[in-house]
């Protein structure tokens, strides 16, 4: 009896791709581990291997046929009598990753990448003070860029601003970046300035620390952050103690990026919001955008910036796109926060991921009658109490959001700030909607269990409402 | 045994060994049906991923099978495992069941890790397994421990401790091998070197590319081994594990190896050529190479091909077993964080 082979997915957010080349043809025989065929995404091509041994008696996909959905059978393999079942089985649905908010492993293409819908245009604050930069947006250029470019246009345009800034990480040459956020760097600017490290984070973290001491201004990239608990004593100790250290003698203009917190199904040592342990630490500043233009902004900032600044940024918002401001010198303060959304009866305060589920909350709440305030911090420390506690003047009531573990966070901070500064303004003890205590299980539904959703914050902000 | 070579040539395990003894027949027979449980394995969970069934990262050991089955050829009951991320055939090898480690692969309740862990965290207790770790370098001490508790209980058990090229350059390993020959901790550092670090190769990571001599200036001994061919990574294996178990202290074996796949599920593997890869397959595959022995010897094809059909029946249960098994229950969620 035949069995069907069916077209893989290369990653669990791939949805179709294209069938490059058949390399058998029907008759064939095969043995597992033999190519049979090449299949093709927009920037990766992969070998099929059979996994079955028998012979193949019918081809159903012609070669060179494009958007092959996956699963789709792509040929028939008579096998010996020891043709495997399960790969006539269609997956239960249930298992199937979501492609929407399920990335995939370590390579991922721009065009995999969940289209997550993109978030509402930088509705900038009153109180986002930008000086003499142009903040108004209204008859400003935009153009839609994915978080991923816009983190390596940022990269590019202050590299050809000052040529002492230079990048340096695991894979972010000749492999473009392990996410694919430094495409296009290593062409432009040369192995010189776009460096390839071994595996040894804490050596490189403080290579990058010593030359920033000297004056120079280097990118740092972790793979994940997760990486980065290999160097966080260079992070540390080396470059946010410093300034204090030599009484101001000399300091660190250092960025440490990469992605932070949870990916998915990668377990616990690769899933873990490193937002409270640096914004704990004095003599860093933290920034963690969630919007493709803020993450431009805030990055030529924190190039520019004097000092260590630890750059979150999420590999699940990398796809994203969001319009980006074609304006010369597009810099987004540090230690601004944003109001993403105005709205008076109940101020949600959010970053990075968390403000997928504050916005997503909103605009259910909004549907019941109720109009939030969503806040996006942006930076971590410093921290913008001011834009947080002028919206709860307005609307007595504070939900914060995040990925992180509830205990000790960036959440617990604001809570204590507001209800130290502004005990009188609140109508009711603020909440918090965080990622729950344990480290990060592999299991599908454990996992979103395990992490903060916008049904949540409906319901943490129903609550503060006494709804 | 295998004699040290020093430079590298362009195909990637084109070293010159002298002939390593010979394996028994039936040792041969043995090492087949262990590196085909792992090939089969591998190949079946790579279509597990593949249809949605497996999730996040996915690490095939696809080519690398002779390492740790001739390893595990010396291993008696209470030596300690301890790997990488790529840990799948370690797993197998080390006796664990399949239908567990594919349940885990899935996320399922009768995984290993009863399905918290998945593909990089995986242990087991009674298998002496200590896993399956995700952070590059950060199991090498760890398995150095394991090789302290052997020293400090007095028994004669050691600690096999696999680590990649890549992880070869953390600190982390440095630290450990001076600890490692200062105690005489009974430990054999396992190097597997498949010449690549996702898109890195060594040449472009490594200073130097010897990296069994790496451990030179802790006095810790090393060799290059074929990894490739059973029989080789047997005979090292024999004596670094005896001379552990003597009390002679640590060794590194760097077992020059290969992966077929990519680094991890979805690797668009521009670092390297098409014809890289299947020189490799054609003129060193572990598996083949063991199969053309038993040929010579006498086996027939038939029989050769009556043992892939059963693996092939054991690893196709496993992998029914393991997409139809149920996930977690959800109070799962928060238990095992604390012990006691
Ligand atoms: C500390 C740390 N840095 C980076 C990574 C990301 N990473 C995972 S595997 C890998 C390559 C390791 O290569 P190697 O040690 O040669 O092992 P192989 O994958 O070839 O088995 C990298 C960089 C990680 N998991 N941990
Ligand atoms: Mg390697």
Redesign the pocket.
């Known amino acids: 009896m035949p069995s069907e082979i069916l077209m893989p997915a290369l990653s669990p957010t791939m949805e179709e791709g294209k069938l490059a080349k058949w390399l058998v043809k029907e008759g064939d025989a095969v043995a597992p581990g033999d190519i049979i065929a090449e299949i093709e995404t927009d920037k990766a091509t992969m070998d099929v291997e059979a996994v079955d041994e028998g012979t193949i008696t019918k081809l159903l996909v012609a070669e060179g046929s494009a958007n092959i959905a996956v699963n789709t059978p792509i040929a028939l393999i008579a096998g010996d009598d020891l043709a495997a079942t399960p790969n006539a089985v269609l997956p239960d649905p249930e298992a199937r990753q979501e492609p929407k908010a399920k990335p995939g492993p ?1 390579v991922k293409q721009a065009d995999e990448m969940p289209s997550e819908k993109p978030h509402p245009a930088i509705g900038l604050s009153s109180g986002d003070a930008l000086g003499s930069i142009n903040t108004d947006l209204s008859g400003v250029e935009v153009i839609e860029t994915t978080m991923r470019e816009a983190l390596r246009d940022a990269m590019a345009q202050e590299m050809r601003r000052d040529a002492d800034v230079f990048l340096m990480g ?2 972010v040459a000749q492999y473009q970046g ?1 996410y694919k956020v430094s495409q296009g760097l290593l062409e432009e600017f040369g192995d010189r300035r776009v460096i390839d490290t071994p ?1 040894t ?1 804490q050596g490189f973290a403080g290579i990058g620390v010593g030359a920033a001491l000297a004056g120079l201004k280097p990118i740092v990239e ?3 952050w ?2 980065a ?2 160097a966080i004593d260079q992070i540390i100790n080396s470059a946010a103690k410093t300034r204090y250290m030599s009484g101001g003698q000399m300091h660190a203009p250092i960025v440490f990026r990469g992605p932070n917190g949870a990916a998915s199904r990668v377990g616990a ?2 899933s873990q919001c490193y937002s409270a342990w640096y914004a704990h630490v004095p003599g860093l500043k933290v920034v963690a955008p969630s919007t493709p233009a803020d993450a431009k902004g805030l990055l030529k900032s924190a190039i520019r910036d004097p000092n260590p600044v630890v750059f979150l940024e999420n590999e699940l918002l990398y796809g994203i796109a969001g319009p980006v401001p074609q304006v010369d010198e597009w810099l987004v303060p540090i230690g601004k926060a944003r109001i993403a959304r105005a709205g008076s009866d109940v101020t949600i305060v959010s970053f990075l991921r968390g403000m997928t589920y504050a916005l997503e909350a909103a605009d259910r709440l909004a549907e019941d009658g109720i109009a939030s305030e969503v806040i996006d911090l942006r930076t971590l420390r410093p921290l913008d109490l001011e834009t947080i506690l002028t919206s709860v003047s307005k609307t007595n009531r504070l939900v914060v959001v995040e990925e992180a573990w509830p205990v000790c966070s960036v959440g617990s901070e604001i809570c204590a700030q507001v209800s130290m500064q502004a005990f009188d303004d609140l109508d009711a003890p603020p909440r918090k909607v965080s990622g729950v205590d344990v480290p990060m299980p592999y299991a599908a539904n454990l996992e979103k269990l395990a992490l903060p959703s916008a049904d949540d914050v409906v319901a943490a902000a129903k609550a503060v409402l006494y709804l | 045994m295998p004699t040290e070579k020093t430079s590298q040539t362009a195909d990637a395990v084109a070293h010159v060994w002298s002939d390593p003894p010979d394996l028994s027949p039936d040792q041969d027979l043995a090492a087949l049906r262990e590196m085909l449980r792992i090939r089969r394995f591998e190949e079946k969970a790579g279509q597990l991923y593949g249809m949605g069934f497996i999730g996040g ?1 996915c ?1 095939l050991y696809i080519g ?1 099978e002779a390492v740790v089955v001739g390893l595990q050829i010396s291993a008696k009951a209470g030596d300690q495992v301890i790997t ?3 840990d799948h055939g370690h797993m197998l090898a080390a006796g664990m069941d399949p239908k567990g480690v594919m349940a885990e692969l899935t996320g399922r309740a009768a995984g290993y890790s009863k399905g918290k862990g998945g593909s990089m965290h995986m242990f087991s207790a009674e298998k002496g397994f200590y896993g399956g770790h ?5 199991s090498v001490p760890v398995g150095a421990g394991l090789a302290f508790s052997n020293l400090y209980r007095g028994n004669d058990n050691v600690c096999f401790c696999y ?8 600190g982390q390993v440095y630290e450990t091998f001076n600890m490692a020959e200062l105690w005489n901790l009974p430990i054999i550092f396992v190097i ?7 898109g ?1 190769s ?1 040449e472009r990571s490594s200073a130097t590319t010897n990296l069994s001599n790496r451990g030179a200036s802790f006095a810790i001994p090393g060799q290059q081994v074929d990894g490739m061919d059973v029989r080789a990574v047997k005979a090292a294996g024999q004596s670094a594990v005896e001379a552990a178990r003597a009390g002679k202290g640590p060794y590194i074996l760097e077992m020059i190896t290969y ?1 077929y796949r990519g ?2 599920m979805s690797d668009p593997a521009k670092y390297r050529t098409k014809e890289e890869v299947k020189k490799v397959r054609d003129d060193h595959d572990p598996i083949a190479q063991v199969r053309k022995r038993l040929l010579v010897g006498g086996m027939s094809e038939d029989e050769l091909k009556q043992i892939d059909r059963d693996i092939r029946s054991e690893i196709n249960a496993a992998a029914e077993f393991a997409q139809n098994a149920p996930e977690p229950e959800t109070n799962q969620l928060l238990t095992d964080v604390l012990a006691g």
């Open positions: 370590a695991e894979e392990a595996i984070e972790f793979m994940t997760n990486f608990m290999q040592q690769h | 990262f690490h690398q990488t991320y790529r995700g952070i590059v370098g950060a680590f990649g090229d890549g992880a070869a350059n953390q597997e070197n498949n010449k690549y670090a996702m890195t060594i992966r680094h991890s």
